[in-house]
């Protein structure tokens, strides 16, 4: 058992139990007796004194090559949540997609494969493409986020998918006209049995918004 890990993972938990001066003193002298020099929560809490605790974090939290964002039907890969995403996560998948939804299905199965340990970030349409692959392959995602997604289309709604325990967030503006709050809400409530769901002041869009979330936390 790596316990320098265990060590570092407490340290980041339990923050102002222990002042960071005593924690230095302490994890060298832990580290000269125990041997931690080399292992993992060596190197990590390293990492850390080195400035570089944001980094290491979104290594664990998110793998960016394991992301996508799915756009909505109208929208591309250029378009504005694409690419600060694209900017935030630069390895995050944004690919393009058209046709009908279930040409688009086919396109988004043919990217995600068989892999696991997806973070899936769908808008409006595709967030209804992101919540069907979820909802189909729930041990292939790590964490779902919602934007304002089209849940009541027909091929969700209509034939409402079995709940599912994937970590889901949705943000949904006050304001929406296109995508009706109470019945998406509804609906998501009945298949996300981990759902966070924010009502935000802002409308379909989200455009005001996604620039106010920190994506590095919530991913």
């Known amino acids: ?48 004194e080195l400035g570089s605790l944001d980094y290491f974090t979104n ?13 909505g039907l109208e929208g591309t890969s250029r378009g504005v949540k694409a690419l600060l995403l694209k900017k935030l996560f630069p390895g995050m998948l944004t690919p393009d997609f058209r046709g009908s939804l279930d ?7 043919s990217i995600l494969g068989k892999e696991t ?3 899936i970030i769908g808008s409006s ?8 692959f979820t909802c ?28 599912v325990n994937v970590p889901t967030i949705v943000y949904h ?3 929406d006209e296109l995508v009706p709050l109470d019945p998406t809400r509804k609906l998501a409530e009945q298949v996300f049995s981990d759902l966070t769901y924010y009502v935000v002041d802002d409308d379909h ?10 994506w590095k936390e919530i991913l």
């Not at 290594?59 to 756009?71: G, N, Q």
């Not at 040409?103 to 199965?109: A, F, G, K, T």
């Not at 869009?205 to 920190?214: P, S």
């Open 117 to 119: 340990g997806w973070t």
């Open 59 to 71: 290594l664990v939290m998110i793998d960016p090559t394991r992301s996508i964002f799915i756009h």
């Open 136 to 163: 189909q392959n729930p041990k292939q995602v790590r964490k779902l986020v919602l934007l304002a997604p089209a849940l009541i289309w027909p091929d969700f709604a209509d034939a409402l998918p079995a709940p």
């Open 125 to 132: 349409f595709g967030g209804l493409m992101g919540a069907l």
């Open 103 to 109: 040409e688009r299905m086919i396109e988004l199965y």
């Open 1 to 48: 058992m790596d316990f320098a890990l265990l060590f570092y993972t407490g340290f980041l938990l339990l923050p102002g139990i222990i002042e960071k001066q005593h924690t230095r003193w302490l994890f060298f002298v832990l580290t000269r007796v125990l041997g931690w020099q080399g292992t993992p929560g060596w190197l990590c809490y390293n990492l850390y």
């Open 173 to 175: 503006g006050s304001r």
């Open 205 to 214: 869009g989200l455009y005001q918004t996604v620039h106010e979330i920190d």
